[in-house]
């Protein structure tokens, strides 16, 4: 998602988040169509919805940085999230998820040197009764190890 | 010929995809008259992929399978598990709330109808608000989502509230871990969620419903959505539900990442489009709750069990459980366990039971250590307890609580002095930080045992005072339950919290 990260118009950005402008309780959803479309929450989203949902430019803000998922930094071009929540953790999901950073040369959302990857930390993707589990780009991956592991990173730096 | 391979996460999460892809290369190849239905999981997560073939003699199940197998499994040839319900973790089920998830296409609203769908929905229609109401309060349905408050009295509150506009609101924010019973009813059977929440709607005069769906589920959230949409062509939804003349309608709305939503104050300020910060209690949600209306908040497995309670009647439902424990528990049994997946029973088996005879011990196959009962704010109990029955009062006398009913098994190689600092960890990562206990004090919880860790003699009262600070300080759960987990690890293990200095003299 680096290589689109030029900044879009207030205008682009209205469009976007204009039509859910009808909905009860509207900030969420526009800030996930924002994030769907652009891969983050371009900066300058805050005057825009400020000004759409008569919010102060702190509010957006505070709401923004409320939620782990909304991000004002580009990701690399994967995003994998490792569970790190209790049921992971008792499968050995700790030694996996230190052995994945470590041989990626990164720490908790941090992005590979070659843009290829960025890893985040999730707790808990309900995949309990098959842990260690993991989420790439959206797709669930459930009783790792190093070699399942070792599959996805290759699939993700190829 | 029909074929069964499930859509749910943990199925694919563990190659379903590949293998439905496999079967349909292969049906293809050989010219087969065979039918690839997509349905949710039976709940054996151990099994998964776990295939059923029927040939008009019942389904036979196979698993785990492996694209691999595809061949023998269509010769007739590979070893099978036999009669799926007739697998022994299965068979002695008793599945209500889950009846036909892992059974139907989740999306056939035709199948649905077919095994039971809609029927309590209907008998419902016939009803009067009051009626409904109190169908639901003799049922006797407690909030599956942790708390344990009784379902019918919520509704009540709400019913008798004066408001222009009422909502009914699903708490999907399931973010415990070793909890994935409302993942996998959403995936596996949402309609019976949307019957649930219109009954809810009828009930108690709300018109509009919305579930608060975790972002970390996205394949719940496209089930949900697309049977919304198909719930609302076919009149389930709308302005005129099942030709009744009476209007609801739902909305599936995603969370962020912010685990404290799952508490329903903070959900409902998501909800609107605030930062996701508890309120305080007075006003209820039930009389002030989705921007100032009355508002019904129920977690998904108790709006779920609503359409078989009117559908088999109030006093079936009852009739199974233990004391003021009515019903059936949707264990979720998960970790490092042998036989791990979802076994819905009446509550009143013990602990025991659930994690040595049903679950089979451990993966690992060595010892059992300890199970965290009902997520991260839960307690964790050691096998010195294991004789302690699945109720409500019952775990509550123990020092523990059931919660959302999620179990996490523990060998012996866990560190408990370790899992205490995590549950601290996590409470400093997913506070609010609107209580000074839960915002500050979980930081401090980390530093506290860190320094039992590194041999201070005095941190463990520290810690635990500031446990009893937290507790009585907090506003919500995540602040004054995370003291559940630390201080159960801190009084059962403490072998794990001697520190090096003393083990070195």
């Known amino acids: 998602m680096l290589d689109r990260a030029q900044a879009p118009s207030t205008e682009e950005i209205r469009e976007v988040v204009t039509p859910l402008a009808g909905l009860e309780g509207p900030l969420l959803p526009m800030l996930h169509a924002l994030q769907d479309t652009y891969g983050l929450i371009p900066e300058g989203a805050v005057p825009v919805l400020a000004d759409l949902l008569n919010l102060g430019r702190a509010e957006v803000h505070g709401v923004i940085s409320f939620y782990h998922d909304f991000r004002d930094h580009p990701t690399g071009r994967h995003v994998l999230k490792i569970c790190r929540a209790e049921a992971c953790q008792s499968m050995g999901g700790n030694a996996l998820a230190a052995a994945t950073l470590k041989k990626l ?53 190829a | ?124 229609i016939a009803m009067s608000s009051a009626e409904i109401v109190q169908e639901v309060a003799d049922s006797g349905l407690r909030g599956r989502g942790g708390a344990g408050f009784p379902t019918g009295i919520k509704w009540k509150t709400v019913a008798e509230a004066d408001a222009d506009q009422k909502y009914i609101v699903c708490n999907a924010d399931e973010g415990d871990s070793g909890t994935f019973a409302d993942r996998m009813i959403m995936e596996g059977d949402p309609f019976t969620l949307i019957e649930g929440m219109a009954i809810a709607g009828l009930g108690v005069g709300a018109t509009r ?69 508890v309120r305080a209690k007075p006003p209820l949600p039930a009389l002030e709750g989705f921007l100032g209306r009355p508002t019904v908040v129920n977690n998904v497995i108790s709006l779920a069990t609503v359409p078989v309670i009117f559908e088999k009647g109030a006093q079936h439902y009852a009739d199974f459980g233990l004391g003021r424990s009515r019903g059936t528990v949707t264990l979720q049994i998960a970790g490092n366990v042998k036989h791990g997946g979802l076994y819905e029973t009446a509550f009143g088996l013990t602990l025991g039971e659930v994690v040595n005879g049903i679950g089979g011990g451990t993966a690992t196959g060595r010892p059992v250590k300890a199970v965290q009962v009902g997520g991260p704010l839960g307690a964790y109990m050691p096998v010195s307890k294991f004789d302690t029955p699945v109720g409500y009062e019952e775990f509550d006398k123990n020092g523990g609580l059931i919660g959302h009913a999620g179990l996490v098994v523990f060998d012996d190689s866990a560190d408990m002095l370790q899992m205490a600092r995590f549950a601290m960890e996590f409470c400093a990562v997913e506070s609010c930080g609107k209580c000074t206990p839960c915002r500050i004090g979980a930081v401090r919880g980390v530093e506290t ?26 506003l919500c759960a995540l602040g004054g339950f995370t003291p559940f987990p630390v201080m159960s690890a801190l009084t059962q293990f403490p072998d794990d919290f001697v520190c090096q200095k003393e083990a070195a003299e």
């Open chain 2, 209 to 277: 419903g919305y579930v608060y769906l975790r972002s970390e589920y996205p394949d719940a959230i496209r089930v949900m959505r697309a049977a919304v949409k198909i719930a609302r062509q076919r009149g389930v939804l709308g302005a005129d539900v099942l030709g009744s003349g009476r209007a609801f309608d739902m909305e599936i709305r995603q969370g962020a990442g912010a685990y404290v939503c799952g508490e329903e104050t903070s959900l409902l300020n998501s909800l609107e489009g605030k930062r996701g910060v």
């Open chain 1, 105 to 157: 040369g990164v720490d908790w959302h941090g992005t590979t040197a070659d843009g290829a990857v960025t890893v985040e930390p999730i707790y808990c993707l309900g995949l309990c009764a098959c842990a260690p589990a993991a989420m790439l780009d959206g797709r669930v991956v459930g009783r790792l190890d190093e070699d399942r592991m070792g599959k996805l990173l290759a699939e993700v730096r």
């Open chain 2, 449 to 474: 045992i860190d320094r039992i860790a590194a041999g201070d003699p005095g941190a463990a009262d520290l810690l635990t005072d500031l446990c009893e600070t937290m507790k009585d300080g907090s």
């Open chain 2, 1 to 124: 010929m029909k074929i069964y391979v499930p859509m749910d996460s943990a199925a694919t999460a563990l190659g379903a995809d590949e293998v439905a892809k496999a079967l349909a290369r292969e049906i293809a190849a050989r010219g087969l008259d065979a039918q690839i239905i997509r349905n949710g999981t039976r709940g054996m997560i151990w099994l998964e992929p776990l295939v059923e073939i029927d040939r008009g003699d019942g389904r036979m199940g196979y698993g785990p399978v492996t694209p691999a197998d595809v061949p023998a499994i269509l010769d007739g040839s590979a070893q099978s598990l036999g009669p799926v319900e007739e697998i022994p973790f299965f068979a002695n089920q008793t599945r209500l709330t889950f009846a036909r998830c892992g059974v139907i296409d989740p999306l056939d609203l035709d199948d649905y109808a077919a095994h039971g769908g809609l029927a309590g929905l209907t008998r419902a």
